[in-house]
């Protein structure tokens, strides 16, 4: 009933800039997130947001670079990525959770995306 589809990924070369999209149907939420995960690596967490409080977290390896927002009419979030680098390559995922509370933690998030690639070339 409820899904996530990320969009927005694709190659680039270093220092270019993308901005990720994840539609989310089924059910209203509040909280979101994005992971990331690159081959032979865990899921890393990325990003959060969550409109019950106005308040957004980054991983320091983003901070700076990366910006967060949605659109709470259209459950929509997305993640504008600038100044790429290809230790950014991976696959993305957006996920969601019930609760407003921030977490970095992939098992706290219920419903995920599938994901969408993208590759920085040096």
């Known amino acids: 009933q409820v899904q996530l589809v990320e969009s927005g990924g694709g190659l680039v070369q270093a220092g270019a800039s993308l901005r990720l999209s994840c539609a989310v149907s089924?059910?209203?939420?509040?909280?979101f997130a994005w992971f990331r995960q690159a081959p032979g690596k865990e899921r890393e967490f990325v990003a959060y947001?969550?409109?019950?409080?106005?308040?957004?977290y980054y991983s320091d390896a983003v901070k700076g670079r990366f910006t967060i927002s949605g659109d709470n009419a259209k459950n929509t979030v997305y993640l504008q990525m600038n100044s790429l680098a290809p230790e950014d390559t991976a696959v993305y995922y957006c996920?969601?959770?019930?609760?407003?509370?921030?977490?970095?933690?992939?098992?706290?998030?219920?419903?995920w995306g599938q994901g969408t690639q993208v590759t920085v070339s040096s």
């Open positions: 996920a969601v959770k019930t609760s407003g509370v921030l977490s970095r933690m992939p098992n706290e998030y219920t419903y």
């Open positions: 089924g059910r209203a939420f509040s909280n």
């Open positions: 947001i969550t409109w019950t409080r106005g308040f957004t």
